[in-house]
């Protein structure tokens, strides 16, 4: 099948080659001309494990193309799927629509053929049915726009597109129906995975589903910062909770709150459709309250420790991204943590396996007097304490007597609790988790 994706991000990309790597012929377009040309040299724009060689093989394979013309991508695809960015617009919170509206009205002002819309992005309920009136008013061409919601996560986005645990397609229409079970069936082959319905239900279950997942884990910060004030250990609540399978053990890991590209945002564009309805959505309210102290914790914690006097004193930060395994530093709660450490006149030294140089280009003004080091073990050297605020894997069992000997004090605060408070106060260190 011709497929043509705009937008080649994370979620553009990964669809783009996932589509072509089951045979399709897909043409991806992105406005961003250093995107399209860093991808025609072969250098993938963005870390996501296991993309490059996806991309690599398709494009030696001649199934994938990258573009910076929309009105190629246009005439290209049978179906069109728009996977561009949806940032939050203003204070309100709602979606910025206006580079898929962009997107929308370059595509059909140069269609030749009738096509089938996609909706990949994450968009507000009734998105399809205005992408089709906008559409209608640039072409002659029959224009069928369907929801298809992504749920891929950074750091697995390609099991997850290759493997889903469901396709969600939203749409009336018969025949985009047969088209898109068409393109999606080989990736649903072990089971029946396929859920078709409206596109207004489809719009908000991708909405509803991040609200779910970042109320679980405000939940849990709750729940830890009870057990630090009734001396009970989160961890073992955790765990109790999640043996049962009602509750299930997913997404209950207290820390330093939620951040990324998806659940800060779609939050605060569901809180906003509630409100043009007259709704308050109290539990995603919460959820979203709850996270933004949260994302302080560490910086309470240290505070605490330190007397309130953080003036001269060096922080090792380790994990910037907003969760392992991706360089997307977009909302990471390490950013609030940084920038709140710094005005309070402390001084940084950071590493990440890979979201160092993204993160420091985002800290912008305020990175005077943070440092970046390629080697977890420099960054800790002569800081006065160390901060694990993203759980990389290879930060759950370092070398603790080295770390006490470059440290000038031995003091841990473990945003994520990653380490054994037991194991590491026998070494002796000063232990502060979340909720323990
Ligand atoms: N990142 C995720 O994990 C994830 C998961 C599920 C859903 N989503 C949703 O998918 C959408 C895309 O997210 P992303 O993280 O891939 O965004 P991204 O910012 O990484 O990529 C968006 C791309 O769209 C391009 N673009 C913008 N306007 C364009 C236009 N008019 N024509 C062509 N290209 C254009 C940008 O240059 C950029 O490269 C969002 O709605 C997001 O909420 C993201």
Redesign the pocket.
């Known amino acids: 099948m011709k497929v043509s994706v705009?937008?080649?991000?994370?979620?553009?990309?990964v669809a783009a080659a996932g589509f072509a790597d089951h045979g399709n012929d897909v043409l991806c377009?992105?406005?961003?001309e250093d995107?399209i040309e860093a991808l025609r040299r072969g250098e993938i724009p963005?870390y996501e494990p296991g993309l490059d060689a996806l991309v690599e093989r398709n494009v030696a394979a001649g199934r994938l193309r990258f573009t910076t013309s929309?009105a190629e991508a246009a005439r290209h695809g049978r179906v069109i799927v728009l996977?561009?960015?949806?940032?939050t617009r203003d204070h309100g919170g709602g979606?910025d629509l206006s580079?898929m509206f962009?997107?929308a009205t370059?595509v059909a002002e140069h269609l030749d053929h009738p096509v089938i819309v996609v909706n990949?992005?994450?968009?507000p309920v009734g998105t399809a049915e205005r992408v089709a009136r906008l559409m209608g008013e640039h072409t002659s061409q029959p224009v069928t726009v369907a929801s298809n919601?992504?749920?891929?996560?950074?750091g697995s986005?390609v099991n997850d597109f290759m493997k889903p645990d469901r396709v969600i397609i939203g749409t009336a229409d018969e025949q985009a129906r047969k088209v898109l079970e068409l393109l999606y069936q080989p990736f649903c082959r072990t089971n029946d995975r396929m859920l078709f319905m409206d596109a207004r239900s489809a719009e908000l279950t991708?909405y509803a589903c991040n609200a779910y997942l970042a109320a679980r884990i405000s939940f849990m910060n709750d729940m830890a910062n009870l057990s630090d004030a009734v001396g009970a250990d989160v961890e073992r609540v955790r765990r109790g909770m999640g043996s049962d399978p009602r509750i299930g053990n997913k997404f209950l890991y207290p820390g330093v709150g939620y951040g990324?590209?998806?659940f800060p945002?779609?939050t605060r564009a569901l809180l906003n459709t509630a409100r043009e309805y007259g709704l308050t959505l109290e539990i995603v309210a919460s959820a979203e309250r709850i996270n933004e102290v949260q994302k302080l914790v560490l910086v309470r914690k240290v505070r605490a420790h330190f007397s309130g006097d953080l003036v001269g004193k060096q922080f090792a930060l380790w994990g910037l991204s907003f969760k392992p395994n991706t360089d997307?530093i977009r909302e990471a709660p390490a950013l609030r943590i940084a920038s709140a450490l710094l005005a309070e006149g402390a001084r940084l030294r950071l590493h990440d396996p890979i979201a160092g140089a993204n993160f420091m280009e985002a800290l912008g003004d305020k990175s005077g007097d943070a440092a970046l080091f390629d080697d977890p073990y420099e960054a800790a050297r002569d800081a006065d304490a160390l901060l694990l605020v993203t759980e990389w894997r290879q930060f759950r069992s370092p070398d603790f007597d080295r770390l006490k000997q470059l440290l000038r004090t031995p003091a841990l605060f473990d945003g994520r609790n990653q380490w054994d408070r037991g194991h590491v106060e026998s070494l002796g260190f000063t232990y502060h988790g979340i909720g323990r």
């Not at 996977?83 to 940032?87: C, D, K, L, R």
């Not at 919601?149 to 950074?154: H, S």
Request: glycine share 12%; hydrophobic share 35%.
């Open positions: 705009i937008g080649t991000g994370y979620v553009g990309l377009a992105d406005i961003n995107k963005i929309n996977a561009v960015g949806t940032p979606a580079y962009a997107a370059e990949k992005s994450t968009v919601p992504e749920f891929l996560k950074e986005a991708k990324g590209s998806c945002k779609d997307d």
